[in-house]
């Protein structure tokens, strides 16, 4: 691996830390308060795939006529993850997005999906629907990384705001507060994640960061800036989650 990634992962290891380490999770107490985490946390995994989208659309050719764009190598990087998280099975082997599995995971334990609905409905380019306040300053986050169509800084919110991200000891609380199985496809989600972030997704998101910064010391020093915020922005997130419940 690349020193300079050893580098920046020491960089943010306090800003990490204070995500794994949130008061939120020993406040879920409930399949209830997991519900209002859920409807608040799909907005992340929702603009996610947008940051993915973005990045294959700088990155590979996505119209036609069709002409070979940039390095074959970070082509084949990011479009193997995009396959995966674009297309991959839930637990009946349905080719879903992980999207779209959260979205059924939170119809089963009777979290509220018309507000993400009607959000998705509605976005555009040019329009991002506000949610609420801690919503809304998160996406703002991400879409501002996302309109500099800088592709390193892409790829670093892209990277370092990652699923893995979420400590194992919230898995085990959704599975505790599981008794019904009305938590079933969430668990799924999450160790499907987790699973694809710690087995493939994660060291080739760091491999394609690597060849976007290259030997450049301004990139690598923006893409730190960029992970950094991105970071503080999604503890600001569970900091108005974690409000909502008390």
């Known amino acids: 691996m690349n020193p300079k990634i050893h580098i920046l992962n020491s960089n943010l290891t306090k800003y990490r830390e204070e ?133 390193h800084k892409i790829a670093s919110a892209f990277t370092f705001g990652r699923e893995d991200l979420i400590p194992d000891m919230f898995t085990a609380i959704v599975n505790e507060y599981n008794t019904e199985n009305n938590l079933d496809k969430f668990v799924y989600y999450l160790e499907r994640h987790i699973e694809l972030d710690g087995g493939e997704h994660g060291p080739l998101a760091l491999e394609l960061i690597s060849n976007l910064c290259g030997d450049d010391d301004n990139k690598w020093k923006e893409v730190e800036e960029t992970a950094i915020a991105c970071l503080v922005a999604r503890k600001k997130l569970w900091d108005s989650i974690l409000a909502n419940l008390n």
């Open 19 to 151: 995500i794994v380490n949130h008061a939120l999770y020993k406040k879920l107490n409930s399949v209830e308060d997991i519900s209002v985490m859920m409807e608040y946390h799909v907005y992340a995994v929702w603009d996610f795939m947008s940051l993915l989208k973005a990045l294959q659309s700088l990155l590979t050719c996505t119209t036609s006529p069709w002409k070979p764009v940039g390095d074959g190598k970070i082509r084949q990087l990011v479009n193997s993850i995009v396959l995966e998280e674009e297309s991959d099975v839930d637990q009946e082997n349905n080719p879903l997005s992980h999207y779209e599995m959260y979205i059924d995971a939170m119809k089963q334990c009777g979290a509220n999906t018309s507000a993400i609905e009607s959000f998705v409905a509605n976005v555009s380019a040019t329009n991002i629907p506000s949610v609420n306040d801690g919503v809304d300053a998160f996406l703002n986050t991400t879409f501002d990384v996302i309109d500099s169509n800088e592709t």
